[in-house]
């Protein structure tokens, strides 16, 4: 103590001007001052507070966006691996391997199909162009092979579809219910793509349908499934000049896209039967008039329709649906 004391008297000493200067300062001090002060204190406390909030904000933002953009990628990848894994099984059947299958010398590269081997399928009258002659035609004949050839392995396969000018060239699939394969491929694994589907309630023989309708779903990345069929609503160049090919066993059916729109999935335009010809007829003039882009097509009880249905993306219970009228048939 006697030490500290003596420290202390000697400090004081030593510097009596910081001393008196200390004392009178806070003799001097008024309120107003030492509030001034706080005041400054408190508003660098809040600028703090918040630099820290708008660099933390700014962080988890990069990093919500680095994890979106890495979903993405790896969806994508995933989507881009699995098309190549159902390209290179189907390549397997176009380029002639199904005949390690057994099947009938008609897949035979080289080989026509004479219409006597292709059923009794009623022909349409009117605006359809049909070509049913013996010359072999290649393209038939590779999906077909490839359509058979499947069959074997999946009796489910329906057919197929090919949009011109899209990256849409799936096997069509079809069971007894339309939830089947939502979510499975074509051997019944499990996807998140699903198939391109047939309603259930539609024949495999497509003249006895007037209303042939398949589903799939509309995928974030734009080269998967239905999903390139949104093109056709936002393009009216495009629109006017599509055509779409869903082949069978029994030929290529080509249809003209005629309308598209989106709709409630409570809405009806996914009808397959009619109560009579006029009912049908009304039925596709409704769909023609709901579309973005007008059409003027000759509608006759004898028309078949092509009807494809994807969903919006932006709300579940909204659809896409896209019509088409068919206006060829070759063999």
Known sequence: MKKSKERDGTLGAAY???????????????????????????????????????????????????????????????????????????????????????????LKAGTAVGNSELGNSSLPVGSVEINTGTEYNEYFEK?????????????????????PGTSINYIIMQSNDNSEYLYKNYDKTETRYGSIFADYRNSRNI?????????????????????????????????????????????????????????????NYIQTSFGSDADFINFVERCKNKSIFKKDIEITADSRILTLSTCTVRHDGMRWAFHGILIGISR
């Open 16 to 106: 009596p001007d910081v001393r008196n200067k200390l004392t009178e300062s806070l003799s001097s001090a008024r309120p107003a001052d030492i509030s001034h002060r706080n005041e400054v204190t408190r508003k660098r406390l809040i600028r703090t507070a918040l630099s820290g909030a708008i660099r933390y904000t700014a962080m988890l933002a990069c990093f919500l966006v680095f994890l979106g953009a890495a979903g993405y990628i790896a969806s994508y990848a995933m989507q881009y691996v699995e098309k190549r894994e159902q390209d290179a099984y189907f390549s397997k059947y176009e380029n002639g391997q199904i005949r390690s299958l057994g099947a009938d010398p008609a």
């Open 143 to 163: 999906k077909r092979a490839m359509i058979l050839g499947m069959q074997r392995n999946y009796p489910d396969v329906w057919g197929w579809i090919d949009v």
């Open 207 to 267: 003249m006895e349908n007037r209303n042939t309708i398949l589903y799939g779903h509309n995928m974030n990345t734009a080269s998967i499934m239905f999903a390139p069929l949104l093109d056709f609503a936002i393009d009216e160049e495009a629109f006017r000049n599509q055509t779409i090919n869903v082949i069978t066993p029994d030929g290529v059916y080509t249809y003209e896209l005629f309308s598209v729109y989106d709709t409630k999935s409570t809405y």
